[in-house]
């Protein structure tokens, strides 16, 4: 499975931004797919995840209400909508794929990975 994502750019804060991902090849393997964002100088952390079985979400806590997660299974594509966007939310943003039959919070239960795409919010 390859993945590719797309969107980032510049925005100012408070500013909105849709960032894609493309999943390509054997993607019928795929059960979840996911965002991360991994700030300058720190980890990779969870955003949000969608089932492609059943379009359920999970969100990390802190970015509910802000952050919404949408797929595409007829394009393979999934989504990641972005609102009221603060400077800490700067950083480069991957998507990620998992196969089995749960969505996942952590970096080691995703199999595939894009090639990140970056987001800088100014303030």
């Known amino acids: 499975v390859q993945l590719q994502a797309s969107g980032g750019g510049l925005v100012q804060a408070g500013g909105s931004l849709t960032l894609s991902c493309v999943a390509s090849g054997r993607t019928v393997s795929v059960y979840g797919m996911a965002w991360f964002r991994q700030a300058p100088g720190k980890g990779r952390e969870f955003i949000a995840a969608i089932s492609r079985n059943s379009g359920s979400t999970i969100y990390v806590d802190s970015e509910k209400g802000r952050f919404t997660i949408s797929g595409d299974n007829a394009k393979n594509t999934v989504n990641l909508q972005m609102n009221s966007l603060r400077p800490e939310d700067t950083g480069v943003y991957y998507c990620?794929?998992?196969?089995?039959?749960?969505?996942?919070?952590?970096?080691?239960?995703?199999?595939?990975w894009g090639q990140g795409t970056l987001v800088t919010v100014s303030s």
């Open positions: 990620a794929a998992s196969s089995g039959s749960r969505l996942w919070r952590s970096t080691s239960r995703y199999d595939y």
